[in-house]
C-alpha cells in the first residue's frame, strides 16, 4: 500500500493541524493504523493508532486529549487532528499501516509494514 501523508506546516504554540494520510494500492479497511512522529535527533516515536473500524484508539501520554485519530474507511484515509500544539510537538510526521488482517492499534513501529513518506509539523514559541 502506499501512503501520502499530507497537512503538515507552520503554527504558532496553541495553533492547530490536521493530517491525513492517503491510502493507495491497496485497501486499508482490514488494517490497523498509526501515527508516528521524530524529531531532530530523537527517536522515533509513538503518536496514536487506530483500529480497522475506528472504534479502539491508543494515543501517546503525551498527546492524549490533544491529538485526536480517525479515519474514512470509504475514503481510505486516516486523521490526525492536532490541537493545543506546543514546541515540543515540532517533528516529522508520518502514517502507516498494518497488514491486511492485523485490525487492532498497535504501538510499537515493528507492528507496522508500510509508511507514509512524512509530513513536517513546526511549532513556533
Known amino acids: 500500500v502506499q501512503l501520502q501523508a499530507s497537512g503538515g506546516g507552520l503554527v504558532q504554540a496553541g495553533g492547530s493541524l490536521r493530517l491525513s494520510c492517503a491510502a493507495s494500492?491497496?485497501?486499508?479497511?482490514?488494517?490497523?493504523m498509526g501515527w508516528f512522529r521524530q524529531a531532530p535527533g530523537k527517536e522515533r516515536e509513538f503518536v496514536a493508532s487506530?483500529?480497522?473500524?475506528?472504534?479502539?484508539?491508543s494515543y501517546a501520554d503525551s498527546v492524549k486529549g490533544r491529538f485526536t485519530i480517525s479515519r474514512d474507511i470509504a475514503k481510505a484515509t486516516v486523521y490526525l487532528q492536532l490541537n493545543t500544539l506546543n514546541p515540543e510537538d515540532t517533528a516529522t510526521y508520518y502514517c502507516?499501516?498494518?497488514?491486511?488482517?492485523?485490525?487492532?492499534?498497535?504501538?510499537?513501529?515493528?507492528?507496522?509494514?508500510?509508511w507514509g513518506q512524512g509530513t513536517q509539523v513546526t511549532v513556533s514559541s
Open positions: 502507516a499501516g498494518r497488514r491486511p488482517g492485523y485490525i487492532t492499534t498497535a504501538r510499537s513501529d515493528r507492528d507496522y509494514d508500510s
Open positions: 494500492g491497496r485497501s486499508i479497511s482490514r488494517s490497523g
Open positions: 487506530i483500529n480497522w473500524n475506528g472504534g479502539s484508539r
